[in-house]
């Protein structure tokens, strides 16, 4: 079992910037890919940021040139910069390693216009 633990959420004005982190504990392996989901009300989740343990990106075009996805390890964050309204949502820890995956219990982002 893999526990991940968000935190960092909250909320901001249109612009400005927030940065999230997940820590994972448990049984965690070395080679395992972490990242963030979100999802807005009335929405499905949807892809953010992954990051592979070789430090590989991947970014929803929504959120490229302003999110910036980083790890160390067993940890992970996101760096949000020019916040838009629609970033609005809960935004999730993700952690996939042997097969298995593991989500964080969400931690909420708002962006005030």
């Known amino acids: 079992q893999v526990q991940l633990v968000e935190s960092g959420g909250g909320l901001v004005q249109t612009g400005g910037s927030l940065r999230l982190s997940c820590a994972a504990s448990g049984s965690v392996f070395s080679i395992n890919v972490m990242g963030w989901y979100r999802q807005a009300p009335g929405k499905q989740r949807e892809l953010v940021a992954i990051i592979t343990p070789g430090g590989g990106t991947n970014y929803a075009d929504s959120v490229k040139g302003r999110f910036t996805i980083s790890r160390d390890y067993a940890k992970v964050y996101l760096q949000m910069n020019s916040l838009k309204p629609e970033d609005t949502a809960i935004y999730y820890c993700?952690?996939?390693?042997?097969?298995?995956?593991?989500w964080g219990q969400g931690t909420q982002v708002t962006v005030s216009s």
């Open positions: 993700y952690y996939q390693s042997e097969g298995y995956q593991y």
